[in-house]
């Protein structure tokens, strides 16, 4: 198995570099198989997902169907797949963003009571208090 970095994921996804595009596809296609997945970690999905919304515009959509994607694969591997797959389904059917719809399912999954914000948006979801 080999961890696979936010930049090869952004390429792999985003062709507005076609070199780097097509290095990253074929990495990916030649070096990661179901036998021998690319790992993907938490920190890089949620890199990935901030730098589609914010550096390039995607919408929850666009989130939803990419991180769908990645978690039907076969050849990638998610870490923590069950409580990525629970925040995309947070994430879709709410304003939060995705790293704190992963941040609190990982924490509940934890042990945590809940996870404490001050942003107000979260502190209205489950799993989340409210630091007053």
């Known amino acids: 198995m080999i961890g696979l970095d936010t ?3 952004l390429r792999y996804f985003v062709k507005d570099d076609l070199v780097q595009w097509e290095r990253a596809t074929h990495f990916i296609s030649t070096r990661c198989t179901a036998e021998n997945p690319g790992f993907i970690d938490r ?3 949620c890199e990935m ?3 589609l919304t914010r550096g390039h515009g995607y919408g929850r959509t666009d989130i939803v169907r990419i991180v769908g ?3 039907a694969s076969q050849e990638l591997l998610l870490e923590d797949e069950e409580l990525v797959r629970s925040a995309v389904q947070s994430y879709e ?3 939060i963003d995705f790293p704190d719809a992963l941040m609190v399912k990982v924490n509940l999954a934890r042990g945590c009571d809940a996870t404490a914000t001050f942003d107000r ?3 209205k979801l489950d ?3 409210a630091v007053p």
């Open 69 to 71: 994607q990645l978690l």
């Open 93 to 95: 059917g709410s304003s």
């Open 7 to 9: 930049n090869i994921l």
């Open 127 to 129: 799993g989340f208090i």
């Open 49 to 51: 997902v901030w730098v």
């Open 43 to 45: 920190i890089a999905l």
């Open 121 to 123: 948006k979260a502190a």
